[in-house]
């Protein structure tokens, strides 16, 4: 796959955000040593939020990534179930520690699209061929976030967007598994929200006037790393499903059934963790990622880039 050549500020981008690999000396020692173990009460919000963030980010302020990859595949009432597109991301996930029992987590996510079955990316402007309506359409890689979460012995909250979820007081209580001795999580969300996109300025690319989505996200990791107090974080594996709306780029509008989403990854220490292709491709068409002190700093997702493109932003 052709690359451009690495810039001297990307290049030290990337080996600040290759900071992390502080971690993976951590974790081997955690490895090889006598294991230490201090049992948390799950019961209890403060074993919930150390369990959790331990899982997810860290304790300690510090970037990780997230990558995962799956497909997406249409599914239209009458119809079989359908895939469209392969997709492979990584998220610079952000700690920052405030204080005791006290964080806030930040989201910036670049996703790349594959052909179905295919070891390769797709290149800018290559179409697919939509399955229900036969029609060409033009995938575009996409990025996400900044998504800033905050983090206590309380329900977690998001921060700073246009979706802001109040402080509702509730204690943090998560449904907690052990089996194996994994210990298991997964989260379910869901989502109402006014669409970006509206349908009578957008009638093919619009799922509608609102952007509905339901949301199952699971974290794992062995029960001792999480007991081992001398651990900010844990490698952990990921599983996401989820049903959408359309995406623009599907030009669905004004049909009937929903997107379903089947994701599952790992959490990195660094970079140099994640495929050498994938970040190949991810500094031609998403060299802002790569930015530090921070990628971008104003919320974006597909639906906005889909908004700007079709203006001539």
């Known amino acids: 796959m052709p690359t451009d050549p690495v810039s001297r500020r990307e290049a030290l981008a990337l080996a600040m955000a290759a900071s992390g690999l502080a971690a993976a000396p951590e974790l081997a020692a955690a490895s090889t040593a006598r294991r230490r173990r ?20 860290s304790l300690d302020t510090r970037d990780v990534f997230m990558w995962f990859t799956g497909r997406l595949d249409l599914v239209v009432p009458g119809e079989p179930v359908r895939p469209i597109i392969d997709v492979e991301s990584l998220i610079l996930r952000r700690t920052e520690r405030l204080g005791p029992l006290a964080w806030t987590v930040t989201d910036w996510e670049a996703a790349l699209y594959r052909p179905l079955g295919e070891d390769r990316y797709l290149e800018p402007g290559e179409t697919v061929k939509n399955p229900h309506t036969g029609e060409a359409v033009t995938p575009f890689h996409y990025t996400e976030g900044p998504v800033r979460f905050r983090f206590t012995d309380r329900e977690p909250r998001i921060v700073g967007s246009r979706d802001i979820l109040p402080d509702t007081g509730k204690p943090f209580s998560y449904p907690w598994r052990v089996a194996g001795g994994q210990l298991w999580m997964t989260k379910s969300s869901y989502i109402r929200a006014p669409n970006w996109l509206a349908p009578a300025e957008f ?32 490698r952990s594996d990921f599983a996401y499903s989820a049903s959408s709306g359309w995406l623009p780029w599907m030009r669905m509008g004004g049909v009937a059934g929903h997107v379903a989403w089947a994701e599952a990854g790992r959490k990195l220490a660094s970079l ?8 190949a491709m991810l500094r031609r068409v998403h060299p802002r990622w790569f930015a530090r002190p921070e990628p971008w700093p104003e919320f974006t997702n597909q639906y906005l880039q889909h908004k700007a493109r079709a203006s001539g932003v």
Do not use: C
């Not at 019961?43 to 150390?50: I, M, R, S, Y």
């Open 38 to 57: 201090e049992a948390l009460d799950l019961g209890t919000p403060a074993g919930n939020v150390t369990a959790y963030l331990k899982l997810r980010a």
């Open 203 to 234: 009638p093919r690319e619009s799922s509608g006037p609102e952007v509905i989505v339901a949301t199952h996200s699971t974290l794992s990791a062995p029960l001792a790393d999480i007991e081992d107090p001398s651990l900010p974080f844990v």
């Open 272 to 279: 140099e963790e994640a495929p050498a292709a994938q970040l």
